[in-house]
């Protein structure tokens, strides 16, 4: 069984369409979460980070944390065509990730059609 | 602001040339990583470092090499180049501290194929 599990798509919606993406992962001790969004031939860049169990939002974007299920989702809201990217989640135990620990899913590539 | 700068951006070898993939940051950041991406399987630490002279493996190190001299470099080396090493191949660097260390900067990534 991987760490973390990623359902890698692809995804399309309609535009203005609300978009969920989901990762369950299988280590406990995962305590810091990620959302990396990397758009077609560019590196990932950081898009929302969350260190708790609850929601975090950011303008359109909403980071959900459920440690008891050990399941992690990104809400966009209203999205755009310029949402259309692949998603990585990302997580690491207490210590960070000083030794490398981070560990990705496989990522989910999204298409917002116009 | 040019963050993290990879080069080349893409590369054909053949099986068995060598050659070194040229990484550099300009944030000071301690840490610098090197991943692999394949298509469906997202990104696998190769090499890591936390500080200059200071290298060490990451889940997948069969096949290549790193070095750090210096705060802003972390060359890559393929040895031996194989056609499993076909991937794109990203840099990163964060800044030590907790909070901070997840936080990576990636550059814009390196296509290689072997052929």
């Known amino acids: 069984q991987k760490e973390v599990e990623q359902d890698p798509g692809p995804l399309s919606v309609p535009e203005g369409a609300i978009v969920s993406l989901n990762c369950t992962y299988s280590?406990?001790?995962?305590?810091?979460f990620m959302w990396y969004r990397q758009y077609s031939r560019k590196g990932p860049e950081l898009l929302m980070y969350?260190?708790?169990?609850g929601n975090k939002e950011d303008g359109r974007f909403t980071a959900q944390v459920d440690k008891s299920s050990k399941y992690i989702s990104l809400f966009i809201r209203d999205s755009q065509p310029s949402d259309s990217a692949t998603y990585l989640c990302a997580m690491v135990g207490a210590m960070g990730n000083q030794g490398g620990k981070l560990i990705f899913g496989q990522g989910t590539e999204l298409s917002v059609k116009p | 602001n040019a963050g993290v700068t990879q080069t080349p951006k893409f590369r054909i070898l053949k099986i068995g040339q060598s050659m070194t993939l040229q990484c550099t940051q300009d944030m000071n950041h301690n840490y610098m990583y090197w991943y692999r991406q394949d298509p469906g399987m997202g990104l696998k630490l190769i090499y890591y470092s936390v500080g200059a002279g200071i290298t060490d493996k990451g889940e997948v190190p069969n096949g290549y090499n790193v070095s750090r001299s210096t705060t802003e470099d972390f060359p890559l080396r393929l040895e031996l180049a194989a056609p499993s090493q076909t991937s794109v191949y990203f840099c990163?660097?964060?800044?030590?501290?907790?909070?901070?260390?997840?936080?990576?900067?990636f550059g814009s990534g390196t296509q290689l194929s072997v052929l």
């Open positions: 280590n406990s001790a995962f305590q810091y």
């Open positions: 990163a660097s964060s800044a030590p501290g907790q909070g901070a260390d997840e936080k990576l900067f």
């Open positions: 969350t260190y708790s169990s």
